[in-house]
């Protein structure tokens, strides 16, 4: 049941803007770190957007490059595409904000793909924008898509919030497949069996667990 999710996500290693505006050297991208979290629980394929021209080691020059990429609404070369797309039907698609949407190598990567019959569950790792503008972005870029309310983490904070990050995505799982959700009845991913198959009878998850669990990430509806 788990083949058919696919991870996609874009994700820098190396120096990161982390709280306060430090800048910290990590050995994972948040992004790919959140990806690794939701599949190890899950299951599915992960496969990283990569481009051709990698991002220099420093991060302030990386910062100008991301700018002049999205002014000139560039679409930079990616190492490769999903193998196998057909098969795939959810794609749990991640980026970090990059001046207010996805870096442009999503944009590459949207573009390269047909995405009838697929839905995309957005996630997006940030210090402070949240999605930004990246929902309506993505809706222009991939009209054939379902796509689901995406979240936003916290990008310094993802490593230290593997089970929260989990309890949204198997719910975000459970309303790509219509099937209602109840927090406290998640089923562990095991013996390939997906979360939701004998969630059935699970009632529609509540507002205070809404409440209870939005100090980590926000739900947005509404993207203008
Ligand atoms: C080029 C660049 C631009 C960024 N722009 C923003 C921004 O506009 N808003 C924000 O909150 N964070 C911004 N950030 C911080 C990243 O979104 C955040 O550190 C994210 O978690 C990095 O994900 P990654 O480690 O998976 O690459 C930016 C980071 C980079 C490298």
Redesign the pocket.
């Known amino acids: 049941m788990s083949q058919n999710i696919l991870f996609a996500d874009f ?2 290693s190396g120096p ?2 982390q709280g306060g505006m430090k800048i910290a050297n ?1 050995a994972k ?4 770190q959140a990806a690794e979290f939701i599949q190890n629980a899950v299951g599915g394929v992960l496969f990283s957007i990569e481009t051709v021209q990698s991002y220099p080691h420093d ?1 302030m020059k ?2 100008q490059i ?1 700018q002049e990429e999205l002014d000139e609404n560039a679409r930079p070369a990616l190492k490769a595409l999903p193998e196998l797309w057909n098969d795939y039907d959810i794609i749990y698609l991640g980026y ?5 949407t996805f870096p442009m190598a999503v944009a590459t990567f949207v573009e390269s793909l047909d995405w009838s019959g697929k839905t995309i569950i957005p996630f997006c ?5 949240g999605l ?1 503008a990246s929902i309506r972005d993505l809706k222009r870029l991939a009209p054939k898509a379902k796509i689901l309310d995406g979240v936003s983490f916290t ?1 310094h904070q993802v490593a230290s919030c593997e089970k929260k990050i989990v309890r949204w995505a198997k719910e975000a799982l459970c309303c790509a497949h219509h099937i209602p959700f109840h927090p406290h009845q998640l089923i562990p991913f095991q013996n390939g069996q997906s979360p939701y198959e004998s969630n059935s009878h699970n009632r529609i998850i509540k507002d205070s667990f809404r409440k209870e669990e939005g100090d980590m990430y926000e739900f947005r509806s509404e993207h203008k």
């Open positions: 994700s820098l990161t803007l990590q991208g948040n992004t790919r991060h990386t910062i991301a970090p904000n990059w001046w207010n790792t940030n210090e402070g924008s930004g990008g």
